[in-house]
């Protein structure tokens, strides 16, 4: 059964779907994730510039972590390099950070940054705003999950449900209230669902 995870501050919260119940967990040893995320059935925790993979039902941190993101997760080949010729690509890539990422039931990832998103599909990049891709939404989000073909966008104190596909389809009656959605109140520093 596939159940959504929240992260809030140093709380983290299990949704179950079937009965709309929240139950809190504690995870001992989690840094406070600002973003997580399931890849290839392993789970990430982002916070800052660094990541953990850690076991989503115990919370136990696997391996040698933390690590930086930037020598894993984003195309900052020269980063930590210190040659002049290379300056502006290390400003760019020290300024790295994601507000939220996922990925749908195909793969396709999804990461947000401020009033932008990547689209990442095999080795196919799509770059744009958030706004022009998700209008109802306007701007950043604060947690974003994957769930049976929607995407479920946090912001603030509300849900925002897209279908996804090109385009996505904004779902009616959304945005809902969080509390009411997920059963959870806000502010959410990051989601994922776990398999």
């Given amino acids: 059964e596939e159940t959504p995870i929240f992260f809030k501050g140093e709380e983290i919260y299990h949704f179950d779907v079937k009965t709309k119940k929240v139950d809190e967990k504690e995870f001992k040893g989690m840094p406070n994730c600002t973003g997580a995320f399931r890849y290839m059935e392993h789970y990430y925790c982002f916070h800052g510039h660094q990541f953990s993979k850690f076991d989503p039902i115990t919370g136990e941190v696997q391996g040698k972590y933390p690590k930086e993101t930037r020598d894993y997760f984003m195309r900052c080949p020269h980063f930590g390099e210190k ?113």
Avoid at 106 to 130: E, M, P, Q
Avoid at 134 to 154: N, P, R
Wanted: hydrophobic share 35%.
């Fill in 83 to 195: 040659t002049t010729d290379d300056h502006i690509e290390r400003e760019q890539c020290s300024r790295v950070h994601l507000d939220a990422i996922t990925s749908d039931d195909d793969g396709k990832i999804y990461a947000f940054r401020g009033h932008h998103f990547l689209s990442i599909n095999g080795d196919k990049f799509h770059s744009d705003t958030i706004e022009s891709a998700f209008k109802e939404l306007h701007s950043e989000v604060d947690a974003v999950f994957s769930y049976e073909d929607h995407l479920y966008m946090i912001k603030d104190n509300e849900v925002f449900v897209y279908k996804v596909g090109e385009p996505h389809t904004h779902l009616e009656g959304f945005p809902k209230p969080l509390k009411k959605v997920l059963g959870i109140e806000g502010p959410i520093d990051a989601a994922f669902v776990c398999a």
